[in-house]
């Protein structure tokens, strides 16, 4: 059994999940607190990027990540797919 794999069973085990609560207990299970803090915070990254009001210094002030992070996380952005964004802007309107 490979890595990708894995990564395909854990797709399709969130993807079948509907209650946000499971999604947590499973995310719980399989993610350490700093990996969770790691990915939380690309989380509000990328919505912030892409919300366009900020700047990129200012983002990384805000969320307590370096600049670095913030300038790659933009740079994905230009090469990421559309559905991409638009996943992400749907679920800023929600917040």
């Not at 490979?2 to 395909?8: A, E, L, Y």
């Not at 085990?13 to 700093?34: A, H, R």
């Amino acid at each position: 059994m490979n890595s990708i794999n894995g990564w395909q069973q854990l797709v399709n085990i969130l993807s079948e999940t509907s209650d946000p609560k499971d999604i947590d207990v499973i995310c719980d299970f399989l993610l350490t607190k700093e990996e969770k803090e790691q990915l939380s915070k690309r989380v509000l990254l990328t919505k912030e990027l892409i919300k366009k009001t900020k700047s990129q210094r200012d983002i990384s002030k805000e969320i307590g990540i370096s600049i670095c992070t913030v300038t790659r996380c933009s740079n994905a952005l230009k090469d990421c797919s559309t559905r991409v964004k638009e996943i992400f802007s749907d679920n800023i309107k929600g917040d």
